[in-house]
């Protein structure tokens, strides 16, 4: 039987109506037809195998209150202590905690109404850095990938480029940002370290001094330089499909390439630029991850921690760890602008879910999974828009609701993936890379 795709006879095949959320629609006028048709043809144009990602992951759970969704007319318990402001784009407020992006919020699109169900750590990070929920419910500190990450499957897609990997991550990686079944090639190169110190180097890239890099690729003595190279330990030892030869070759690769040389080499950077971004640790991995995907990388994760805000929230979005992201996220997406690379680098902010509506009794907010916020940019992301709604008092989303899958969905649909194929385990089991995702059609408009 021929696998090729049915075409109806305006030359949109079933998969085409279902991607764009209307397989159940019938009886389409010629009006409404020919916007189907340009809408996939948009969205056709904003996707390709060129396209790089840089998500950046605000681990514990960012609020959407006090970020890009404020509640200003909502009671005091439910709003908090911060004002919202407007931003460069007419109509759209965000919270007074973000003033450098709302003066950039024309440059990129919040989506407001992505929700799940689950309301721990560990299974919310998997639901949401995958795609997939997990099929038994997971601690809250459990690392766990039941199915393979973003990163991941993006390293299974393209392998490697130029010698480079393909998934990296700075300054760890996600608890659920592995390969699982894919294997352990495609969990990512983990950058770690202070990029803000002087003396900042990529560990295990670098030859010894001793040793030249012809007489690298022959000696076996080597290897006791470069078998530390930063993978998912605990995963790679479980993972007996994964030899240590693997990871020597491209050690040798990475040792040779001069782009992954230049890259890593944060130092090279105009001094400008990085007062720009900021002098802090988390401001300069966003810097190198502009370095990374300049270069040819295709996934990077720049992991920023700290979002779990059970006590004293409106403190800690006062301090520096919120000024930081601010300003440092700002500089980003304004620095792939200047340079032309925000056409072809898909920029990502989000974490596992948002935060409570009603402040507890520590001044804090605990787990939501109900509402949150995501930003997104570049790839062909319209500019200046807010995607969804939620309800007036902020604890659902409430208008153009979707769900992780339909993020993932339309994550991969970005870089080029079919993100409805079906993948096959190491024995023969298959796995569809998303079920049923959906996508988010203004993301493509």
């Not at 040798?252 to 007062?275: C, G, T, W, Y």
Request: hydrophobic fraction near 35%; charged fraction near 20%; proline fraction near 6%.
């Amino acid at each position: 039987m021929s696998r090729e795709l049915k075409k109806n006879c305006a030359g949109q095949s079933r998969r085409d109506f279902i991607q764009l959320g209307l397989g159940g629609m019938m009886g389409l006028g010629m009006a409404d037809l020919f916007r189907l048709q340009a809408a996939l043809t948009q969205a056709k144009k904003t996707t390709s195998k060129n396209v790089n990602c840089i998500l950046i992951w605000l681990d514990g759970g960012p609020s959407h209150y006090e970020s890009f969704d404020p509640k200003p007319d909502a009671p005091s318990e439910i709003r908090g202590e911060f004002k919202s402001i407007p931003t460069k784009v007419p109509g759209i407020h965000f919270s007074e905690a973000l003033p450098k992006l709302a003066a950039i919020a024309d440059k990129f699109t919040v989506i407001r109404s992505i929700c799940h169900k689950d309301p721990n750590h560990g299974g919310g990070n998997h639901y949401m850095m995958t795609g997939m929920p997990t099929p038994v419910p997971v601690a809250c500190g459990a690392y766990v990938t039941f199915h393979p990450s973003f990163g991941s499957m993006v390293s299974y897609d393209r392998g490697l480029r130029n010698g480079i990997p393909t998934y990296m991550s700075i300054p760890e990686a996600s608890r659920s940002g592995g390969p699982n079944f894919l294997g352990g090639e495609h969990s990512p190169f983990v950058i770690d370290g202070y990029p803000n110190n002087a003396n900042f180097k990529v560990r295990d890239v670098i030859l010894p001094s001793d040793i030249s890099e012809g007489r690298a690729s022959t000696r076996l003595q080597l290897r006791k330089s470069l078998d530390q190279m930063r993978r998912h330990e605990d995963r790679l030892a479980a993972d007996p499909a994964v030899t240590f030869d693997n990871f020597y070759t491209q050690a040798l690769n990475l040792v040779a390439s001069p782009q992954a040389q230049s890259a890593f080499d944060i130092s090279k950077e105009n001094e400008k630029v990085r007062e720009t971004y900021g002098r802090n640790d988390f401001a300069q991995r966003l810097l190198m991850a502009r370095r990374l995907v300049e270069v040819g990388v295709s996934f990077v994760t720049v992991y920023y921690g700290g979002w779990d805000h059970h006590a004293k929230i409106f403190t800690a979005f006062k301090g520096d760890h919120v000024k930081r992201l601010d300003q440092g996220v700002s500089a980003l997406i304004t620095d792939l602008d200047e340079r032309g690379l925000l056409d072809n680098t898909l920029v990502l902010m989000l974490g596992e879910f948002g935060r409570t509506p009603k402040v507890n009794k520590d001044a804090g907010r605990d787990h939501w999974p109900g509402a949150m916020s995501v930003l997104t940019a570049g790839a062909g992301v319209p500019r200046g828009h807010v995607i969804g709604a939620t309800d007036p008092k902020g604890y659902y989303a409430s208008e153009n609701v979707y769900r992780p899958e339909d993020f993932a969905a339309s994550l991969y649909t970005k870089m080029g993936i079919d993100h409805s194929q079906v993948l096959h385990t190491a024995t023969g089991r298959p796995v569809q890379l998303v079920n049923n995702g959906r996508l988010i059609k203004e993301l493509f408009a």
